[in-house]
Every structure is written in structure tokens, then in C-alpha cells.
């Protein structure tokens, strides 16, 4: 049982540390060795948990994937997207991981760009997710295919995300908050799948 205390305790200093690494020098710059210095352990420590950089990344994704089950079974989770509360709930939800995770979430997209295997394994690992949101789509009157439209409503929030917490984000002239950003996502994005009522479909 101590062994298995220590090795999730080296896991989890490599993860963090990761993490802290990711943020100062991007994904693609960072080296297994600089992360094992960051956390004060010997590079051959990082071969016990990791087969390599992409499976770190990995690990992280689904550690960020297990927080969002567990916010799934707390309550205001519903699944009628035709309720605007129902649709905040879930805006709310994923604003809320990315901006805890931005730095996995950047470092995903970095990672895909330069490796279609992982940009593959991504995609296996969120199609739950996916398929999940498309679930809670099938009432409306959408303006195309379920599994369409949730990718359309993961992808509007993650970049938005990613742009707006970013060192490079519009300038309004005033602050926002995180309640005034996510009722506009939502409005937004409870007009756009037809929360509103019956979308004009493509002729």
C-alpha cells in the first residue's frame, strides 16, 4: 500500500509539474527532462508512470474528463436543451473546466497539431462526451445532425475559451465576468440550436 501511496504521489508531482512547465515554455517546447526537473525527481522516474510526453497529456485529459463526470452527477444537471437553464448549466460547466485546465487544454490542441495519432486518441477519448451533449440535443428542432451541432457547441466554448483567456483577447474597455461571459455564451448558444424555436433549415 506504501508503494502504491508513493508511485500516485510521483504521478501526481509529474503531472503538476508538467502542467506548471506547459504554461512557461507551450507544449511543443517542453522536454521530458525539463519536467522531471521541475519536480525534483530523476528523468528514469518519469519511464515508470509515462511511456512518453503524449501519454502524460493523455493522463491529464482524462483526468479533466473524470472531473467532468463527477460535475454530471451534481445538481441542476439537466437534458433538455430547449430550457435555457439546462443549456447554462452545461456553458457553465465547461467554462468553468477550461478555465481550470486552460493550460491541458492548449497543450491538447498543440499536441494535435504535430501528431494525428493523438490528435485521433483525443477524439476517441471526448467522443463520450460528444455523444453525451448530442443526447441532450435530440429534442430540438437542430439545424443539422446531433452529433454536428455538439461538436459545434464544445468547439464555440473551447475557443472561445482559449481566445479569451489568453494574453490576447479583445479589449471592451472594462472587465467581465465570469457570469456575463457564460449568459452570453448561452444565450448565443441556446439561439443557434434552436432553443428559441424552429431554425430555417438549408434549402
Known amino acids: 500500500m506504501l508503494r502504491k501511496e508513493q508511485a500516485a504521489q510521483t ?21 521530458i527532462t525539463d519536467i522531471t526537473a521541475e519536480a525534483g525527481r530523476a528523468t528514469g522516474s518519469f519511464y515508470k508512470h509515462f511511456a512518453s510526453k503524449e501519454a502524460l ?9 473524470a ?8 445538481p441542476g444537471h439537466g ?42 486518441r483525443s477524439r476517441d477519448l471526448l467522443a463520450p462526451d460528444l455523444s ?11 439545424p443539422g445532425d446531433p452529433l454536428l451541432c455538439a461538436a459545434l457547441f464544445g468547439t464555440t466554448i473551447g475557443a ?9 483577447r479583445p479589449d471592451l474597455g472594462r472587465e467581465l465576468s465570469d457570469d456575463e461571459v457564460i ?6 448558444l441556446h439561439a443557434g440550436l ?10
Do not use: C
Not at 453525451?132 to 437542430?142: N, P
Not at 449568459?183 to 448565443?188: A, C, K, Q, V
Not at 434552436?194 to 434549402?203: A, D, I, N, Q, V
Open 132 to 142: 453525451h451533449i448530442a443526447d441532450h440535443l435530440s429534442e430540438l428542432d437542430l
Open 11 to 31: 504521478e501526481a508531482e509529474l503531472k503538476a509539474a508538467a502542467v506548471r512547465v506547459f504554461e512557461r515554455a507551450g507544449y511543443l517546447n517542453t522536454k
Open 183 to 188: 449568459d452570453t455564451l448561452t444565450g448565443f
Open 67 to 74: 472531473e467532468g463526470d463527477a460535475s454530471a452527477q451534481l
Open 194 to 203: 434552436g432553443g428559441l424555436g424552429p431554425l430555417p433549415r438549408p434549402s
Open 57 to 65: 497529456l493523455e493522463a491529464l485529459l482524462a483526468d479533466v474528463l
Open 160 to 168: 472561445f475559451a482559449t481566445s479569451w483567456l489568453s494574453a490576447n
Open 79 to 120: 437534458t433538455d436543451f430547449r430550457d435555457r437553464e439546462t443549456v447554462r448549466w452545461h456553458v457553465a460547466s465547461f467554462w468553468s473546466a477550461y478555465r481550470r485546465h486552460h493550460v491541458v487544454m492548449l497543450a491538447l490542441q498543440q499536441a494535435a497539431l504535430v501528431s494525428a495519432t493523438f490528435a485521433e
